[in-house]
């Protein structure tokens, strides 16, 4: 009766087609509370959690975040956009904290799309010019802007920016990339250090490198888009930001708002001096920068920052990808086993594998997802504060779902 009547709300809440998917999933329990790695469910389910599209790295209701956020409640939710507010500057001067002197103004956005936006209209202000590069298999969100740089929807029909050029070349491919930004008027090249929906991939350092070298030639901006390599995630506070490579504008988001509030920023280059791109007005927002979020996300970047808990990534992360190597090798459906801290993935040979594994795990009450942009890699991102046990747990089941698919296969065969 519960299931029922939980799925006919959601279908007349959200549509008929999403109501279909999590039935045919057999996800049809409604979340209601979550604490470190686990969710529970209405009916007293209880799931371990290695999805959450990667904003959950310190877990859910992490109690150094919700006591902060707590704290905050009791002064101030939204700021009133008119007066400076404390919270936002110190969570700004902490982001600013963490990187390179050069990088000294922060932009707050609701969303890792929305910063991305803001940088696309900062870069074409700066420059005058509206053609950009990206990378193949790049995905940077779906606002109109955002989608535009995503390489997998450029021909999906949904809309692209009117008048915005986009080249795309693939990754590691610097002389391809050097002939474009000697031939065309290139406003800014984003890339992401390691591609998330893009099947966690990681990019070449000195293909990066070159990048940055590229973009002082020519009078581009470089735009490096960790939303969802930075603030821990892969085992640094910042996985692409160098000594040799500063960006002109850095992209934070998801794990920056602890896993209980929308915030994300766009963190620039001192050299980013015009009136048009420091106008105050430029990116003003209701909600962005709010006293509450941006308290929430002080306390995350003085958490994530911590010597301790960057190597407990690492470690963690290391462990995770020798379990699954050592148990899958020779598996003829899986390619590889990839890893970068706690961003993590496992490519197939095909897309409907990747499925029936997330879909086996379900079984198991366990939360994986797959990536939007290569759908034949399956990937994970188990929250930090997951204990060695759970850990164990998760990687067993994700094996086990694997085994049990290609067993379900010969038997098809």
């Known amino acids: 009766m519960m299931e029922a009547s939980f799925l006919t709300k959601f279908s007349r809440a959200f549509g008929k087609k999403e109501a279909l998917l999590l039935r045919l999933t057999g996800l049809t329990e409604a979340e209601i509370r979550g604490k470190g790695s686990w969710i529970y469910t209405a009916d007293g389910g209880k799931w371990l959690d290695f999805g959450s599209f990667g904003i959950h790295l310190l877990g859910h209701c992490h109690p150094e975040i919700t006591r902060v956020a707590r704290e905050q409640l009791r002064n101030m939710g939204l700021s009133t956009r008119i007066l400076g507010n404390h919270a936002a500057t110190e969570c700004a001067k902490a982001l600013l904290a963490t990187l390179p002197p050069d990088m000294d103004r922060v932009v707050f956005a609701n969303s890792g799309a929305e910063s991305v936006e803001i940088a696309l209209k900062t870069a074409i202000l700066f420059t005058g010019r509206t053609e950009f590069v990206a990378l193949k298999y790049a995905f940077h969100g779906k606002t109109t802007g955002a989608n535009s740089l995503t390489y997998s929807k450029r021909d999906s029909g949904l ?37 998330g929906e893009g099947g966690i991939a990681g990019i070449p350092a000195d293909f990066i490198k070159g990048l940055r070298q590229l973009c002082d030639e020519h009078g581009s901006l470089l735009i490096m888009d960790e939303i969802q390599t930075g603030l821990g995630r892969c085992g640094k506070v910042w996985y692409g930001v160098t000594d040799e490579v500063r960006p002109d504008i850095l992209l934070a988001g998801k794990t920056l708002g602890g896993g209980i509030v929308p915030i994300a920023a766009a963190i620039f280059n001192r050299s980013i001096n015009s009136e048009l791109c420091t106008d105050p007005l430029l990116n003003a927002s209701s909600f962005a920068g709010g006293a509450f979020a941006c308290r929430v996300a002080q306390k995350v970047v003085e958490l994530v920052s911590q010597d301790e808990f960057l190597r407990a990534v690492r470690e963690k992360g290391q462990y995770c990808k020798s379990y699954l190597e050592s148990r899958l090798a020779g598996h003829p459906g899986v390619v590889a086993v990839r890893g970068y ?3 993590m993935g496992i490519e197939f040979d095909s897309g409907s594998m ?26 994970f991102y188990p929250p930090a504060v997951t204990s060695e046990r759970d850990l164990e747990r998760g990687l067993r089941e994700i094996v086990n779902a694997v085994l049990n698919v290609s067993v379900q296969e010969q038997k098809c065969d």
Do not use: W, Y
């Open 159 to 195: 809309p692209h920016l009117p008048g915005l050029t986009v080249h795309f070349v693939e990754a590691g491919d610097l002389a391809t990339a050097a002939g474009i930004l000697a031939s065309a008027e290139i406003a800014g090249v984003f890339v992401e250090p390691v591609q």
């Open 341 to 343: 801290g706690l961003m």
């Open 354 to 379: 990747t499925s029936e594994v997330i879909v086996e795990a379900i079984k198991k009450r366990l939360l994986l997802t797959f990536c939007l942009v290569r759908k034949n890699v399956m990937r």
